[in-house]
């Protein structure tokens, strides 16, 4: 770690090295040196743009000037199988009574930021360890299919957990997913991959987004997954709509784009996530 932080101009001695949760992926540490903290995460079982990817996806957001992010200071690229590192900013600090409103406001304020011509990205990604394959498409709900319904699917059954009913209910969804989500929504840059253990507080209650799978599309495919899982404030949720309403999300919408990462939940997981995905599917049996 010593040699890495020398690229960035850091020589002084590291006084702390502890180890810390970082996901189911990558090793991740804090570090500590006489100038300065750092959170860092290693992996050598990943293609060697992995981190590239992810400290791109950091700047796009960045560079909307809407919400904070670490401050990316290097990241590896190198051959696949050797160990990478990730060097960032450190963020630490203390929830305020303000903190899930500016959350909701922010993140709004980055749905709103820029709107894109297209659906999609211009590179591949990562949703947990799979890889995210992306083109543009101009229209959503192909993309939605073509790029995240289908693939899940075919993924699925290559593991034995896709067959019977439930393929066949999934076809059927398919086939007919332009009754239920719209063709050219507004394409939002979303952070796409923003569930509760994706955003931490920094100093002065801040938000701050972490570990983004970036993507341009529906703004309420990202407030889907936010309610899956749980880890978002009510007032959130209020002051997100009042910037940019929720309209015709609930009954519909919702559960489709719930549908993507139950379905990822599955073939990285298991069965134990078999009922909900049948549960969305029955729901639109034609």
């Known amino acids: 770690m010593h040699e890495k932080l020398q690229l960035i101009g850091d020589y002084s001695p590291v006084q702390l090295v502890q180890p810390i949760a970082g996901g189911d992926i990558n090793q991740a540490y804090y570090v500590q040196t006489a100038e300065k903290h750092y959170f860092i995460k290693t992996n050598q079982h990943v293609p060697a743009d992995f981190f590239k990817i992810e400290a791109d996806g950091l700047e796009r957001i960045r560079a909307t000037n809407t919400i904070a992010v670490p401050e990316v200071y290097h990241f590896d690229i190198t051959k696949d199988d050797e160990e990478l590192f990730l060097i960032m900013e450190w963020i630490e600090g203390n929830k305020s009574n303000l903190t899930g409103r500016v959350l909701g406001e922010n993140l709004a304020a980055l749905h709103l930021a820029e709107t894109g011509s297209f659906y999609g990205l211009d590179q591949t990604t990562f949703v947990g360890e799979l890889i995210q ?57 979303l952070h796409g991959d923003l569930w509760g253990g994706n955003w931490l507080v920094g100093k002065g209650g801040e938000p701050y987004l972490i570990d983004p799978s970036v993507v341009y599309g529906d703004h309420l495919f990202e407030i889907a997954f936010t309610e899956l899982f749980g880890g978002f404030p009510t007032d959130f949720y209020h002051s997100y709509q009042a910037a940019f309403p929720l309209e015709d999300y609930y009954e519909e919408v919702k559960p489709i784009y719930q549908l993507f990462y139950l379905l990822v939940h599955l073939n990285l997981f298991g069965e134990g996530y078999g009922k909900s995905v049948d549960r969305i599917l029955a729901r639109y049996e034609a």
């Open 133 to 189: 394959e992306n083109v543009w498409y101009n229209n959503w709900i192909d993309y939605y299919r073509e790029m995240r319904l289908r693939p899940q699917m075919e993924l699925a059954m290559e593991k034995g957990r896709m067959s019977g009913k439930r393929q066949k209910r999934m076809e059927s969804l398919l086939i007919n997913l332009e009754q239920y989500i719209p063709k050219t929504p507004r394409a939002s840059l």
